[in-house]
């Protein structure tokens, strides 16, 4: 009875409405009862035509299963409306629960997209999840035709082991659900660091759907604050619309990454120099791999977003630009719809203002817990969340700010990034396995293809410039060239069986600290200076050709690597300069409107670092034909091109390589390191020596 009392509900409906055009408003009410006999969804409907709406035989009517929204159960284990084969009915067998009545406004609703609005409970309707055939899902009531599969409406429950319980919504969902987007469980976050730390193997997926997590958890707040404020004008207000789109931008954010993490970045653009290429990065990748996954006007394939209630192509560009981040000089983008007062926006996903964004919270709380077991102490995600508020940092411009309080903090946050950079990421061991995995490439990069677009095949380093072949790569293609056949690829296959039985390359000697801002001593520069050591360089007896011969030969086993770390702020001559120049604050007691830089003079000196940055270089010997030889140049090198060298002990290059113990410093004091270096102290260094000297025995203080 309720089945059919449905029917004839539905085409009566229609029917009024079809033959009206001068009415008010038209609203369909969805009403589910609790009905003893059986647990049927029954609707019931009052109708009042519109003139907006004549014609609604060209319509669609929209019935879904609100049980499931309103319940905030995991969509995966309630059954969702599906239109019946046979009358098109939808039933629902859950248990029936008390529900308020639900109001659909009709006036938005068009050909193009059934619903282009969320409803209350930030559950729009979805096209994902479908497993039905599309015959199947294809329905009629009368004689007009409806999309199925938008009665699918499904949100999606995943477990994280930072965040607990995240709830995903359905526009997310069909993202995730992509190839370009399930491609990531195939990269993982920290590259060949699971070398050192075998925790490390969580993955750019996981870290994808924390950051999407974390983004909608800080717009959320941000829509909470802005409920209490009267004064702001709606245009100035965050929408639904803007909500989803930062979430889609934390979501896609890592799409571009290649395989092994950055390695891989560095592997294509060393090539890319020597074709005189322009350098690639990986997120304009990103933003490449969104137009494959994407449905728009010129690919008709990929996730329509207007079915969601976005707007075309002005949100998608907006996604976008989240991704990229906006500079503090950058011209405020106009295809984006949006005005520049909500530029706060942008400092959710990807903060050029001061760098603190959802993108590093996550993978700080992330790595340290799977590096080292445990949470960072001085990482309180939502402390910070709570604690921020939109303020005008500048005549109108509005940014995201942090509590006075929250000073102290906001400098650890940045003391963990250097720290994290220091022992994990840019940790010897580690960067050395990777400079292996980009010689393994660089061998096998002409001898080993990937499916690219129309079949052709593409090399490992032109997979960029293909997005078709650049979706399929991941970390399997080391395990490929090691099971590969092809003779081609027996020097590679040779490296990775270094890797695996942890034959290192052997280190020079110990790391050496070279100058923050001094460009000629990048990891080429010094490789130039130390090859110009070499014996034969001076040798007139041997012919042109030996000598060419030789200094191949130790060109090809000499390895420079470069490590930089900072606290992530540097001026604009690229020195690393204290953080906290660049956060604003602001202050609730005095006005929770204006923001302010700390003076720097107020900060305590107990924890306020003395530099914000330093620069180390790493020599290695690819083969031990060449270690003696190389191990003496890299000295000479030392002496002639080092200036001033930290005291104490410095550490190794890589302990567990050949020879890669046996170079380490003894602590001397500055005159008696010069006098090791250069034979004796330069008359200028006397003098300084000589000055400090009187002045530390004025002051009655030791030196």
């Given at each position: ?192 660091s699971d070398c050192v730390f075998p925790g490390a193997v969580h993955t750019r997926f996981s870290h994808s759907i924390g950051v999407s997590h974390l983004a909608g958890l800080m717009v959320d707040h941000l829509m909470q604050l802005e409920s ?476």
């Open positions: 009875s309720n089945s059919g009392y449905c029917i004839n509900s539905i085409m009566s409906c229609r029917e009024k409405l079809s033959s009206s055009s001068k009415r008010d408003d038209g609203v369909l009410k969805a009403k589910r009862a609790k009905t003893k006999e059986n647990d049927a969804l029954t609707i019931t409907t009052t109708t009042t035509a519109s003139s907006s709406l004549q014609g609604l035989s060209e319509q669609h009517v929209v019935v879904w299963n609100a049980n499931a929204t309103i319940d905030g159960e995991n969509s995966d284990d309630s059954p969702s409306l599906q239109p019946s084969q046979s009358n098109n009915i939808i039933k629902n067998s859950r248990e029936s629960t008390e529900v308020d009545d639900l109001e659909l406004n009709l006036e938005d609703m068009n050909k193009e997209s059934l619903f282009n609005s969320q409803d209350d409970f930030g559950g729009p309707l979805s096209q994902t999840d479908n497993t039905r055939p599309a015959s199947a899902m294809n329905g009629s009531l009368g004689d007009e035709s409806f999309d199925g599969a938008l009665l699918k409406a499904k949100k999606r429950s995943i477990h994280c082991n930072i965040h607990g319980l995240i709830d995903v919504e359905a526009p997310l969902v069909a993202i995730i659900d992509t190839p370009q987007f399930q491609r990531l469980r195939s990269l993982k976050q920290l590259g060949s209490m404020e009267y004064s702001i004008s709606p245009e100035n207000k965050i929408t639904r619309r803007d909500r989803l789109c930062v979430k889609i931008a934390g979501l896609c954010h890592d799409l571009g990454h290649g395989p092994f993490s950055h390695t891989f970045e560095v592997f294509v653009n060393r090539l890319r120099v020597k074709k005189n290429l322009k350098k690639w990065e990986h997120e304009n990748a990103s933003l490449d791999l969104l137009d494959v996954l994407l449905k728009s006007e010129t690919h008709f394939e990929g996730v329509d977003l207007s079915l969601y209630g976005l707007q075309l192509p002005e949100d998608v560009n907006f996604i976008k630009q989240l991704i990229k981040g906006l500079g503090v000089d950058e011209e405020w983008p106009k295809d984006i719809g949006r005005p520049q007062s909500k530029r706060f926006l942008f400092d959710i996903v990807a903060n050029k203002r001061n760098g603190i964004d959802v993108d590093k919270l996550d993978y700080f709380v992330r790595d340290s817990v799977s590096t080292l077991g445990d949470p960072p102490v001085f990482c309180d995600v939502q402390r910070f969340m709570k604690s921020s508020s939109v303020c005008e940092i500048e005549e109108g411009k509005r940014g995201i700010c942090f509590e006075q309080k929250l000073a102290l903090s906001v400098m650890d946050m940045f003391r963990l990034r250097a720290w994290l950079h220091k022992w994990v990421y840019q940790h010897h061991t580690a960067n050395l396995i990777e400079e292996m995995v980009c010689d393994v490439l660089t061998s096998a990069n002409d001898h080993f293809t990937i499916r690219g677009s129309n079949g052709k095949e593409v090399t490992i380093s032109e997979v960029v410039d293909d997005m078709e072949a650049f979706q399929l790569t991941g970390d399997w293609i080391l395990n490929a060239i090691e099971g590969s056949c092809k003779p081609e690829l027996e020097e590679a296959r040779e490296i990775i069986r270094r890797i695996r039985n942890r034959t290192l390359y052997a280190a020079l000697g110990p790391a050496v600290p070279i100058g923050m801002s001094t460009a000629h001593r990048t990891s080429e520069a010094i490789t130039a200076a130390i090859l110009r050591q070499h014996p034969v360089a001076q040798d007139q007896g041997k012919s042109e050709e030996q000598r060419q011969s030789e200094m191949e030969l130790a060109r090809k086993d000499l390895l420079v690597h470069v490590v930089s770390i900072d606290y992530g702020s540097r001026d604009d001559n690229g020195n690393p300069i204290n953080p906290l120049c660049k956060v604003h604050f602001y202050n609730p007691k005095i006005n929770a409107e204006k923001a302010f830089l700390i003076d720097e003079s107020r900060f305590p000196d107990m924890f306020m670092p003395k530099c914000f940055g330093e620069r180390v270089a790493y020599a290695y010997c690819r083969e031990e034909r060449s270690l003696d030889r190389l191990t003496s140049m890299y000295e000479k090198w030392k002496a002639n091109h080092v200036a001033t060298m930290k005291e104490g002990l410095i550490s190794t290059g890589n302990p567990q390589s050949p020879g890669g113990n046996k170079t380490k410093l003894r602590k001397h004091s500055s005159m008696e390191l010069r006098k090791k270096l250069f034979g004796k102290p330069s008359s200028f260094a006397s003098e300084l020596d000589s000055i400090k000297e009187d002045s530390s025995s004025k002051k009655g203080k030791e030196q």
